[in-house]
């Protein structure tokens, strides 16, 4: 009896050790096999699928250059390869003193590139990066910087929810945060009034508190609609906040109260001002600022916009417009107001504003356009194959509004827009073009042309403009629709070019942009593996297209930083 009560404990320690070492296999077998992360891509990156930024300068070897710690950081956040082509080079701003403005295409006698790339591993102990520290001087207009512009004539209303603005690490409130600061960590005078939908006091606490400490000031409230109902309370509340700010000591009244959507960007907030400047704030008026064609309908004949998502309204028509009976809060509309039924979806709250307000006032809707006019829109050729018409972010436009950038564009703009901080405002998304073929849309892209590039100019044709000189010729926008734009809203000497060019094209994509520690802004443009070309916006190589062609592909990453020095 004694040897089989010590034979099954025995046993029994034996099974208990096998179900142990078994556990311990299975769970090593699983860690092993987990499934790895994908690597992010360079579209993940332009929708702000990224984590926050971290001091590259400083963190791990102490000996190593500025260079490579940033050539590291952008290999590990945003998986390129571990082995790239390489170039890097200073770049300066070099002011117009005599203010000729911002042509649409900056010609540049020097070369882009005068050095080939160079061959980087990041394995390498001792790696050590080339940087050519002759500043390139770029010639840029004179223009204000974030901490130069006073926008306190503005207050603008958003309404959103609450997932959209958390999503993707704040990306939306990081945008904001360069056109409603002064670049520097305070407001640059701009009020904002958002109004979240579907949400809780907790949320709209920690909302206000997080755009505060973006230096925003912002007052943050909870939404009584949803969708268009949204926008119509978001009136309501921007009158009544409106007033209320304006009654504190101390306090001043609002010029210009807008309603945009939540991904709207406004890249020059100093011409902004300027522009809305022309429209006194004592009188009432209504302004829309559609970025791009797809801000604009055309119906039968007729060539529309409602404001593409972003409108304005002096304190004189804010104060009409929240009387009107179709834009009363729901709660006191009779039960004879109806909505059409294309008002039920919620999408289009400024062509709900459009209706109302040419119903029942007499006041028309200014246009201020940014990268389409649909009036310049014919001066464009149609019988040179080598243009790829309408280069919207690409056009040397420098624009009032950006709309939809993340989705229709994969651009993260307050990354393009952070060199600004070094150059001021209007040299965001400004063309260059070099001597050695390459081309820099400043904050955007940058491309070579191996096969050469021509720019042809398209307002100084005379057959196309004795054509628009015809009545029957003009366009004929929608009713009550006035647009307030022209050629020195485009160009410095009245002269819209476009890029030309046969054969190959490689282009560099803005991939991440940071400030160092002097002011300099680091701006880093990849070219990933695998080739592929990018045909315009909407990234795709015309049906039939015999003249541009396919890049060839490459078995690594290549990137280009350019230095901005303040």
Not at 36 to 63: F, L, V
Not at 178 to 192: E, F, H, K, P, Y
Not at 452 to 458: A, Q
Not at 489 to 511: E, F, I, N, P, Q
């Amino acid at each position: 009896m004694p040897r089989l009560i010590v034979s099954y404990g025995r046993v029994k320690v034996i099974r208990l050790a096998v179900v142990a070492v078994v556990l311990c296999t299975v769970l090593l077998t699983l860690l092993h096999h987990r499934r790895q992360p994908r690597e992010p891509s360079i579209y993940d990156y332009t929708e702000g699928r990224t984590s926050p930024w971290r001091d590259w300068k400083n963190k791990q070897n102490a000996t190593r250059t500025a260079e490579v710690n940033f050539l590291d950081h952008l290999i590990k956040k945003h998986g390129l390869t571990s082995e790239v082509t390489w170039s890097a080079r200073v770049v300066q701003a070099k002011y117009d003193a005599a203010g000729h403005g911002r042509p649409s295409m900056t010609d540049v006698a020097g070369k882009f590139m005068p050095k080939s790339f160079a061959n980087a591993r990041i394995q390498d102990e001792h790696l050590k990066l080339g940087v050519d520290r002759t500043a390139l001087k770029l010639p840029v207009a004179s223009g204000v910087k974030g901490n130069e512009v006073d926008a306190s004539a503005l207050l603008f209303g958003i309404s959103t929810t609450y997932s959209r603005l958390i999503y993707l690490d704040s990306s939306l409130m990081r945008d904001w945060e360069r056109w409603l600061t002064d670049g520097t960590g305070g407001s640059n005078g701009a009020s904002l009034l958002l109004t979240l939908q579907k949400s809780n006091k907790q949320e709209a606490d920690w909302v206000e508190e997080k755009l505060r400490s973006l230096g925003i000031d912002a007052t943050v409230l909870l939404s009584e609609g949803t969708g268009e109902s949204a926008y119509v309370d978001l009136l309501h509340k921007l009158k009544s906040h409106s007033t209320s700010q304006a009654q504190k000591e101390g306090g001043s009244a609002k010029s210009y109260i807008a309603l945009v959507d939540d991904d709207i960007f406004f890249p020059s907030m100093g011409k902004l001002v300027q522009k809305l400047s022309k429209f006194s704030p004592d009188k009432e008026h209504y302004v829309g600022a559609p970025s791009e064609r797809s801000d604009w309908v055309i119906e039968g004949d007729k060539t529309l916009t409602y404001g593409g998502g972003a409108v304005f309204l002096t304190a004189p028509m804010l104060e009409q417009v929240t009387q009107l009976p179709c834009l009363t809060k729901p709660e006191k509309r009779g039960e004879d107001i109806t909505e059409p039924e294309s008002h039920q979806t919620g999408e289009q709250w400024d062509l709900l504003l459009y209706e109302c307000i040419t119903k029942h006032t007499s006041t028309d809707l200014h246009v201020l356009p940014s990268f389409y006019n649909p009036e310049e829109e014919q001066l464009y050729s149609d019988h040179d194959r080598r243009i790829l018409v309408n280069e919207g972010y690409a056009s040397g436009t420098q624009p009032l509004t950006l709309h939809h950038y993340k989705n229709l564009h994969r651009f993260e703009a307050g990354k393009g827009h952070l060199v600004t901080s070094a150059c001021g405002e209007a040299c965001f998304l400004q063309r260059f073009r070099f001597r050695d073929d390459w081309i820099l849309v400043n904050g955007y892209t940058l491309s070579h042309y191996p096969d050469g590039v021509d720019t042809i100019s398209l307002k100084k044709e005379p057959k196309k403009q004795k054509q628009l000189d015809d009545d029957d010729q003009k366009v004929v926008f929608g009713r009550r629709i006035v647009v307030d734009g022209g050629a020195d809203d485009r160009s410095a000497d009245d002269d819209v070019k476009v890029v030309a060019w046969a054969g190959r094209k490689r282009t560099w994509r803005l991939l991440d942009a940071r400030a160092g520690e002097g002011g300099e802004i680091w701006q880093a443009y990849v070219k990933r593996r695998g080739g592929g070309n990018s045909f315009g916006e909407v990234d795709d190589r015309p049906k039939g297209d015999a003249v541009h062609a396919e890049e060839e592909k490459t078995d690594k990453d290549s990137v280009v930083v350019l230095i901005w020095k303040p």
